[in-house]
Structure formats: C-alpha cells, structure tokens
C-alpha cells in the first residue's frame, strides 16, 4: 500500500453522520488528513464550495481529485479502485453510510472531548 503518497483534505460538518462516515474510513485505514471544519469555520464551506462546485458534505480533496457530496463508503471504493489502497476486510468504527440521529451527535460531542479520534493515523484540524 502507498497511504504515504495520498494527500487528503477533508470538507467536514463538527458532527454529521456521513462526516463520520468518512473520518472512520480515514481511521479503518490510519491515514493521515487534513479536516477543515465547514461548520467552525465559514471560510472553510466557501472554499470547498469554489473547489467542489456545490454546496453539500462532506467533500473530500484526495491528492488533485474533488470527491463530492461523499459517504465513506464511496470514499473508501474511490481510493480502492483507484489503486491508493487494498481492501481491508477491518470493520469501521462507526456506520460509513449514514446520517445520525441526535442521539449519535451527542455521543460523538462526548466521545470527541475525550479521545484523539484519529486511531493511528495523524489528524490535523485547521480552523
């Protein structure tokens, strides 16, 4: 696997089912990425509306390719089928192609104080 020649920045919502969708495909992986918050910071949702050429989330940049409006799960078939990665039969830590319910969003605000989130891999958020 090249997982050191993939640069990712990810369009995120704080806390979003399919945003976590893909942050567990991030983790099933431990691959390294940059989160920019859309919902901490205003400037990050126009700049991934001007990249992307839509306003839906998450978007994910993976090296020169916008992936739009994505689950993790198709984030996860794009990097296979193009070859970035193997398939790992690992189960992901959280649904990959889904919405959450409130009760979801306040677990992973509770989760997120208290743990790096990232499982392995190095996550920088820019906000």
Known sequence: MANENIEITAYLKTFCGW??????????YALDYVEK????NPAFRWEMEQKSGQP???CV??????LADVSGEEVEAWLI??????????????????ACSDEQ??????A????????????????
């Open 19 to 28: 945003s976590e969708g893909v942050r567990a495909i991030f983790r099933k």
């Open 37 to 40: 918050d859309i919902i901490k």
């Open 56 to 58: 839906l989330s998450p």
């Open 61 to 66: 940049m993976i090296n020169d390719t916008m």
């Open 81 to 98: 089928d193009s070859g970035l990665l193997e398939k790992s039969d690992a189960v992901a830590d959280a649904p990959i192609d889904s």
């Open 105 to 110: 969003h306040a677990a992973m605000d509770a």
């Open 112 to 127: 997120a104080r208290f743990s790096g989130r990232a499982g392995g891999a190095s996550v920088r958020i820019v906000e």
